[in-house]
């Protein structure tokens, strides 16, 4: 999929960290700097592994958890520089859809209501205006005007995220994050949600943070990735040129273990298998943090590799970048062949 977007980034994200409290004294990183940007239009995909910290980046880009430092700017405003009423202002143009189409979602109200509680908080709709706008917004996620008064329980699983979609769009955000909002779903639904996100996000002109732990679903939906592993970038490129020739082992090893539609391939296909687990972030391995599951370690993997610019406008964070050869068939993950060199 290729969708331009515009130049400026409207979420320009430098050197986030997120840390939680663990016991008394002590922090554990789980967000350890990252850059990240996402222009109008664009969907940038942040995959990793569970454990990885793309969740917490989520939450420390949407000030849901506050950073312990970096910069995070929507639409050109610092949300890390502001507070209470404001804050909460600038929220209303970055909106977030859950996992979970079972729990978002409350019971004991309609889903007419539970469109129109972002209208409730943060406008001066009423009446006629809010249910016009509810009612909107049902028919853009393919539900009609009668869904309005019914109840969650009486929805699928696809169409519950269709109604969550319609919840954060109501208020016409501005960046949409999207946190593992397909995972729970069956491979259909989740393709026809998909499909609707990419129509909504062309159509309204959204920056979209696709949030998942599957790379098989990137494919279809972003414009670029970015691989996380233990709270730090390891890899950011544009889709096709990343799922044709991934530069770092972790995301080799991601795509490899990514299942392929058809079942011939992914009989055929070569998986590579990585070693151990992914180390604890309460105690984070000096050097490399993919050192010890990396096939390609070797002396220079003691010192941290940085996220550095490739010839081929990609960046990745491995010493070793230029002389792994990686290459993963083009078109389908058809074959891995992997040239260890040590
Ligand atoms: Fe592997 Fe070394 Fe690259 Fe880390 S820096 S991914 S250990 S080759």
Do not use: W
């Not at 312990?68 to 610092?78: C, I």
């Not at 049902?138 to 008064?149: I, P, S, Y």
């Not at 990735?225 to 040129?241: C, K, R, S």
């Not at 050192?291 to 964070?317: F, I, M, N, Q, T």
């Amino acid at each position: 999929m290729s969708r331009p977007g515009s130049e400026t980034p409207l979420l320009r994200v430098r050197g986030l960290e997120v840390s939680y409290r663990v016991g008394v004294r002590r922090h554990m990183a789980a967000v350890r700097g990252i850059d990240l940007d996402v222009r109008a239009g664009e969907v940038v995909a942040l995959v990793g592994e569970s454990g990885s910290g793309k969740s917490s980046a989520a939450r420390g880009i949407l000030q849901l958890t506050r950073p312990s430092a970096g910069t995070v700017e929507l639409s050109g405003q610092e949300l890390t520089a502001i507070r209470g009423r404001e804050l909460r202002r600038a929220r209303r143009d970055a909106q977030m859809v859950f996992q979970d189409p079972y729990s978002s979602l409350d019971p004991s109200m309609t889903i007419g209501e539970a469109i129109a509680e972002p209208l409730v908080v943060h406008t001066r709709d009423r009446g006629d205006e809010r249910r016009r706008k509810v009612v909107e917004m049902l028919e853009r996620v393919g539900l009609h005007a009668h869904h309005a008064d019914r109840y969650p329980h009486e929805f699928s699983g696809g169409q519950r995220q269709r109604i969550a979609i319609a919840r954060a769009l109501v208020l016409r955000p501005r960046l949409l994050v999207a946190d593992e909002s397909v995972s729970a779903l069956d491979v259909s639904s989740q393709n026809q949600v998909l499909s609707l996100l990419s129509e909504l996000i062309a159509d309204l002109g959204l920056a979209c943070l696709f949030i998942t732990h599957d790379l098989a679903v990137v494919r279809s939906v972003a414009d670029r990735v970015a691989v996380m592993y233990l709270g730090t970038l390891v890899e950011q490129a544009p889709t096709e040129e990343l799922f044709a020739a991934p530069r770092h082992p972790y995301t080799a090893a991601l795509l490899s273990a990514a299942l392929v539609a058809d079942p011939r391939i992914q009989r055929t296909r070569e998986r590579i298998r990585l070693s151990g687990e992914l180390p604890d972030p309460r105690h984070p391995p000096t050097g490399c943090a993919f050192a010890g599951r990396c096939p390609y370690a070797a002396e220079v993997c003691g010192d941290v590799p940085a996220l550095r610019a490739l010839d081929d406008g990609r960046a990745v964070a491995c010493h070793r970048a230029e002389e792994v050869v990686v290459e993963l068939g083009a078109s389908a993950l058809r074959t891995t062949t992997i040239t260890r060199e040590r």
